[in-house]
């Protein structure tokens, strides 16, 4: 398999990467800081794994699409893992426009390109595409909120997961697959500077299993672990003002 990962130079992408090289697969990957992306290539490689890795700040429109139409140049892809992404911190006007812009705008200038990439392997017949490519977007339990603690980062995973199962049920009569995954709290470097509690918290090699696992199922929705789901599923089914008050109950985020 032929599998494209952004954000993996750490945590949930470099975990998958690593996973996709023990199991054979050709990879291309990305981030922005070049000594962690090369670091995490490196370990890709001792597991027998082809690895193309490129430094690339996935906001540039025209960089990652072009990146991305070079790569299945290269050796056609199976799955593309829309992983890049951020949290916000301070919820300033600066960290606010960055969390949207690299959570909402660097998912939408990966995606696009791919399902343009994977519809021009279109049979002349009109048929579904063969192969049933896949796309993954990471989102994250924080989509069902809202969340007084993680305004910016709670509306752009929410964005993401609705969007992701809106093209899923799209794109399915084509041939394309299209997975969304919303994790817990996962260990990263996004993790590593939270304050606040984090329940249920898992290491990235676990997660990447499980999403890998599910990935192969073609299913739709992979949130894990399945109490914070339940819990947060719930949360976003309540009438606002419920939200509202349960809100204020949880901790603050400590900058």
Known sequence: MTTLITGASSGIGEAIALACAARGDHLFICG???????????????????????????TDEDATRRWLQECDAAAPLDRVFSNAGVSTGVENEANSRRTFAINVGGCVNTVLPTIELFRKRKPTDGGPIPGHPQIVITASIAGYGPLKACP????????????????????????????????????????????????????????????LRRADKNIGVIAFPWPMRLATWWLSTLPYRLNELINLLLPKKVI
């Open 152 to 211: 910016a980062y709670s509306a752009t995973k929410s964005c993401v997961k609705t969007w992701g199962l809106s093209l899923r049920g799209m794109l399915a009569p084509e041939g394309i697959r299209v997975s969304v995954v919303c994790p817990g709290f996962v260990r990263s470097r996004l993790t590593d500077g939270n304050t606040c509690p984090m329940p249920f918290f898992m290491e990235a090699d676990k997660a990447a299993k499980i999403i």
């Open 32 to 58: 922005r800081n070049a000594e962690r992306l090369s670091a995490v290539a490196d370990a890709c490689r001792k597991l027998g794994a082809t690895v193309q890795e490129q430094v690339l700040d996935v």
